[in-house]
């Protein structure tokens, strides 16, 4: 394969759930030659999809990663794929995903439009400045319409959505596409699954709008190059096809437009000019800025060029158990080589580790490789003290690559196993879980010695439970969900805290002068100030201090994590001998203890943004539903023959609700649900959950 930087594309495939991005992917596998036989979510042989909980369910549940060749212009250019869930309780998968990945392809719904996972995913790409171009899937579906999803990504997304394709009829009518740069139509031969495709003349009842979208098309380029922008004042048709590439690709990269193509997946029809596509305007590791790192030691800026000539940086981005190989870490390759034996650092933990074999995946198939270079994505095999957003660098050359965010798991339910011989089963499986999914997390509860684990949903949590079942033959009995409930202060306190001990020889002292202060219910973790004068209290010892306080936001007055906490230390006492950091940790986690019963607290709850699609007729059913869950309704887009309510609701009220709606609605209508935020619970609420729910499991 050719390691040309220039001919790499590290590309992911995102989407709401059912936008098609799982069966494009299998089309790009069938059309590349990576497989020989296209593969059906439906019929549940989707290559990508392959865990038992994915073939079962029809749905994405991990992101699984391939690499593919695709031959353009007489080039090979390799693609290494990323095929993310759509589903919002696996959005780990997305987030993790975009980090790593150079540019995405948007895949929307030509009925559905832009969905509430859709506006999710964008953000989150948004987030990484990931460049990206959209393909409306699902031409063929009844209700398509190529134009409204245009709009709605301009509008819903602040967007800017540029076609350079336009659909040839729509529903069952969908035959091909008219290409805006080329002024060619096309349309894909059915007898061979798709896989050639020719051009026919340009329909005659298009004409109009094609004139007006390639027009909108040069108009646009003309803005973003003055070039084009001379041509086209003097002879539009003086524009060559290649300034177009060019300047799209240009544009592109620089985040001002977004590509808009057009197809259906299922009917094999538009995936072959989507990879197109992908090459011509997706960016590949050179085109990528410099990567800005951190000197461990000096906590200087260092840059690292995606180039094989540079010291090796990587950094890991997915954990993954093998239940033949064992542990493999996914990785992305940002500057150097890695080769298989070699010694790399994990400058987190400060750790040596030997890499045993370097591994191309094809979902959960793998291919040895000698070596890895800048640019690519493999995974590593013989990894042991490894995490997720780890940085793995060349020995001498430490450097820390920018860390991944997660969000915090809303839901909870306590599990035990239903043998006794199975305890350290499960606490080794739950290891694992928890290695490879940041998400989902395992505490025990101090009240009750209960083991808890927490997830992003429902579905999150049921998939978790299923696996340990079915992958480490650990059979549990588990309480029914509960919210992740948070506390937040909400006066402001002051406390002087000593801590003395004596045991015959060196003692323990630290005293601490401090004040808790509320913060906005939406900041995160600990705001720490350190305005002790003078040498009072040494630096070092400070440091103990935060991290007392840190560690003892996880469980506040009623027992639930504060999820925010301003703490300003204005003064301390230390002794020459029998101080020390350890000393100075416990004060302070003494010290908050006894705080938090000074103080008010609000309890908080996670709000979920919830949008569910229903026919007209019933709308009042649902509407009438949503108030008794103490919704906030936000808005009631109608469309032809069905209305998307939007709508705030706590995520305790949305407990068991597909069965709800199903009812209400003769199973017609669907609904997608995210986190949107934490806020405070009412009184009444409040005092439920001290006195009953906390207990309910």
């Given at each position: 394969m050719s390691e040309d930087l220039h001919k790499i594309r590290n590309i992911g495939i995102m989407a709401h759930i059912d936008a098609g991005k799982t069966t494009t992917t299998e089309r790009i596998l069938y059309y590349t030659g990576k497989s020989y036989k296209i593969g059906e979510v439906d019929e549940g042989t989707a290559t990508m999809d392959w865990m038992v909980q994915e073939q079962e369910r029809g749905i994405t549940i991990t992101s699984a990663a391939t690499t593919v060749m695709w031959n353009h212009k007489s080039n090979d250019f390799?693609?290494?794929?990323?095929?993310?869930?759509?589903?919002?309780?696996?959005?780990?998968?997305?987030?993790?995903?975009?980090?790593?990945?150079?540019?995405?392809?948007?895949?929307?719904?030509?009925?559905?439009?832009?969905?509430?996972?859709?506006?999710?995913?964008?953000?989150?790409?948004?987030?990484?400045?990931?460049?990206?171009?959209?393909?409306?899937?699902?031409?063929?579906?009844?209700?398509?319409?190529?134009?409204?999803?245009?709009?709605?990504?301009?509008?819903?997304?602040?967007?800017?959505?540029?076609?350079?394709?336009?659909?040839?009829?729509?529903?069952?009518?969908?035959?091909?596409?008219?290409?805006?740069?080329?002024m060619k139509a096309y349309e894909w031969n059915e007898e061979d699954l798709g896989t050639t495709y020719h051009e026919v003349a340009i329909p005659a009842d298009m004409l109009?709008?094609?004139?007006?979208?390639?027009?909108?098309?040069?108009?646009?380029?003309?803005?973003?190059?003055?070039?084009?922008?001379?041509?086209?004042?003097?002879?539009?048709?003086?524009?060559?096809?290649?300034?177009?590439?060019?300047?799209?690709?240009?544009?592109?990269?620089?985040?001002?437009?977004?590509?808009?193509?057009?197809?259906?997946?299922f009917r094999n029809k538009g995936v072959q000019r989507l990879l197109d596509a992908i090459v011509e305007y997706l960016p590949s590791p050179l085109d990528m800025?410099?990567?800005?790192?951190v000197d461990p030691k000096s906590g200087e800026k260092v840059v690292r060029k995606s180039e094989i000539n540079e010291p090796f940086s990587a950094l890991a981005f997915k954990i993954a158990t093998d239940p033949y190989i064992g542990k493999l870490t996914f990785i992305k390759v940002y500057s150097g080589e890695l080769k298989s034996g070699d010694n790399i650092l994990n400058v987190l933990t400060g750790k040596k580790e030997r890499v045993s074999k370097i591994l191309q995946?094809?979902?959960?198939?793998?291919?040895?490789?000698?070596?890895?270079?800048?640019?690519?994505?493999?995974?590593?095999?013989?990894?042991?003290?490894?995490?997720?957003?780890?940085?793995?660098?060349?020995?001498?050359?430490?450097?820390?690559?920018?860390?991944?965010?997660?969000?915090?798991?809303?839901?909870?339910?306590?599990?035990?196993?239903?043998?006794?011989?199975?305890?350290?089963?499960?606490?080794?499986?739950?290891?694992?879980?928890?290695?490879?999914?940041?998400?989902?997390?395992?505490?025990?509860?101090?009240?009750?010695?209960?083991?808890?684990?927490?997830?992003?949903?429902?579905?999150?949590?049921?998939?978790?439970?299923?696996?340990?079942?079915?992958?480490?033959?650990?059979?549990?009995?588990?309480?029914?969900?509960?919210v992740a409930y948070k506390e937040a202060i909400t006066t402001p306190v002051h406390r002087r805290e000593s801590y003395k001990r004596q045991n015959g020889?060196?003692?323990?002292?630290?005293?601490?002068?401090?004040?808790?202060?509320?913060?906005?219910?939406?900041?995160?973790?600990?705001?720490?100030?350190?305005?002790?004068?003078?040498?009072?209290?040494?630096?070092?010892?400070?440091?103990?201090?935060e991290k007392g306080?840190?560690?003892?936001?996880?469980?506040?007055?009623?027992?639930?994590?504060?999820?925010?906490?301003?703490?300003?230390?204005?003064d301390g006492e230390s002794h020459p001998t029998d101080s020390d950091a350890i000393a100075f940790e416990v004060c302070a986690k003494i010290g908050f203890r006894e705080a938090m019963r000074e103080t008010e607290t609000a309890i908080l709850e996670p709000i979920m943004k919830v949008e569910i699609t229903t026919p007209d007729e019933y709308?009042?059913?649902?509407?009438?539903?949503?108030?008794?869950?103490?919704?906030?309704?936000?808005?009631?887009?109608?469309?032809?023959?069905?209305?998307?309510?939007?709508?705030?609701?706590p995520l305790a009220e949305m407990f068991g609700y597909v069965t709800t709606l199903r009812s209400i609605t003769s199973g017609r209508a669907t609904f997608s649900m995210e986190f949107l935020k934490y806020a405070e619970v009412t009184p009444e609420i409040k005092d439920y959950i001290m006195n009953v729910g906390r207990f309910i499991l």
């Open positions: 390799k693609i290494n794929i990323i095929d993310t869930p759509g589903h919002v309780d696996f959005t780990v998968e997305v987030e993790r995903s975009l980090r790593i990945l150079d540019g995405a392809v948007a895949i929307f719904c030509a009925v559905g439009g832009v969905e509430a996972q859709s506006e999710t995913v964008w953000r989150q790409a948004n987030k990484y400045d990931v460049a990206r171009i959209c393909y409306v899937n699902k031409m063929d579906r009844a209700g398509a319409n190529f134009y409204s999803v245009v709009n709605q990504i301009r509008e819903k997304l602040k967007a800017h959505p540029l076609p350079i394709q336009l659909p040839i009829g729509a529903e069952d009518s969908f035959t091909g596409i008219v290409d805006l740069i080329e109009e709008d094609v004139e007006k979208y390639r027009t909108n098309l040069l108009e646009t380029l003309s803005e973003l190059n003055e070039t084009i922008m001379e041509k086209y004042f003097e002879d539009p048709k003086s524009i060559t096809v290649e300034e177009m590439l060019t300047t799209i690709r240009e544009a592109t990269l620089a985040r001002k437009i977004e590509p808009v193509l057009c197809g259906s997946s800025h410099s990567i800005e790192c995946m094809h979902s959960n198939k793998q291919t040895p490789l000698d070596s890895a270079t800048a640019g690519n994505i493999v995974a590593l095999v013989g990894m042991k003290e490894i995490h997720t957003g780890d940085s793995l660098t060349d020995e001498r050359h430490p450097v820390i690559l920018e860390n991944i965010v997660f969000p915090e798991p809303v839901i909870q339910i306590a599990i035990e196993p239903k043998t006794k011989d199975d305890e350290e089963k499960l606490a080794l499986a739950l290891n694992k879980l928890s290695d490879e999914d940041p998400t989902f997390q395992v505490k025990e509860d101090q009240e009750s010695g209960q083991r808890l684990i927490s997830g992003m949903g429902e579905l999150h949590l049921e998939i978790l439970l299923d696996r340990l079942k079915r992958e480490f033959s650990v059979e549990c009995n588990h309480g029914k969900p509960r020889g060196r003692g323990s002292f630290a005293v601490l002068d401090f004040t808790l202060n509320p913060l906005p219910f939406d900041a995160k973790g600990l705001h720490f100030v350190n305005e002790i004068k003078g040498d009072a209290v040494p630096k070092n010892y400070v440091l103990g201090a306080f840190s560690v003892a936001m996880s469980n506040g007055k009623y027992g639930f994590p504060l999820e925010s906490l301003s703490v300003t230390v204005t709308i009042g059913n649902v509407t009438g539903d949503l108030n008794r869950r103490r919704s906030v309704l936000e808005q009631i887009d109608a469309k032809v023959g069905f209305q998307i309510i939007t709508a705030q609701v």
